[in-house]
């Protein structure tokens, strides 16, 4: 089964850190089909709920595989005017074309591989 687990430290003024929470949960059988990037996500927006009352007005620190990549991928896009519109498969047939028949390439132009 696959499982949420997050940690809630806190740092004093020394620098050192203390632990204030343990938490996890099962996920149900709709998010354990979820991919990667899915469940690293859904983690993030878990913990960050799970703990809204100790996070809520403060700043904190994140840490997550999944932050760095998203953090690389994102400002790789700032750049742009762009709006992210969600299309049916169906409706998105040139973009599922190229999805299931990708072209062989060896360069690797955003830092994926």
């Known amino acids: 089964a ?3 687990r997050a940690v809630l430290i806190q740092k004093d003024d020394l620098g050192w850190k203390y632990v204030i929470a343990f938490v ?3 996920n149900n ?3 354990s089909n979820y991919s990667f990037y899915e469940r690293e996500a859904f983690a993030i927006v878990w913990t960050i709920t799970y703990f809204q009352f100790d996070l809520y007005d403060q700043c904190f620190i994140l840490s997550n595989k999944l932050i760095s990549k998203l953090t690389r991928w994102t400002s790789l896009l700032q750049e742009y005017n762009f709006e992210i519109v969600h299309g049916a498969s169906i409706t998105n047939l040139d973009a599922n074309e190229l999805s299931y028949n990708p072209y062989p390439s ?3 132009l955003i830092g994926a591989r």
Request: aromatic letters at 0%; hydrophobic letters at 25%; charged letters at 40%.
């Open 2 to 4: 696959i499982e949420l």
């Open 24 to 26: 996890s949960r099962s």
């Open 29 to 31: 059988n709709i998010e």
């Open 106 to 108: 060896q360069k690797d």
